[in-house]
């Protein structure tokens, strides 16, 4: 069973920092680039971080305050968010994709259930 297991979200103040982890299962981890996206209300998902191969890339919205990482080891990427702000406020989604194809929400192979992002002012 291919399994993404998100946790780590949760409400915070605005400037403050969250680390969310997925925990990957039922497929060759280390064939996979993985990433996460969110999603507002009302807004389209937006891909704002992925790993693969130890490259790493962030969007523009995110840069500079956010780090992605992963245990291979342990089937596990990781998101540190700091310096959050309310507009980071949505459902952060980990998702997975086979290396070598771009990383964008409808190419994405297995997708987790998501974890909630609230960020008070």
């Known amino acids: 069973e291919v399994q993404l297991q998100a946790s780590g979200g949760g409400l915070v103040q605005a400037g403050g920092s969250l680390r969310l982890s997925c925990v990957a299962s039922?497929?060759?981890?280390?064939?996979?680039?993985l990433g996460w996206f969110r999603q507002a209300p009302g807004k389209n998902r937006e891909g704002i971080s992925c790993i693969s191969d130890g490259s790493t890339w962030y969007s523009e919205s995110v840069k500079g305050r956010f780090t992605i990482s992963s245990d291979n080891a342990r089937n596990t990427v990781y998101l540190q968010m700091n310096s959050l702000q309310p507009e980071d406020t949505a459902v952060y989604y980990c998702a997975a994709v086979h290396r070598g194809t771009y990383f964008r929400p409808e190419n994405m192979d297995y997708w987790g259930k998501g974890t909630q992002v609230t960020v008070s002012s």
């Open positions: 039922g497929f060759p981890f280390d064939d996979y680039a």
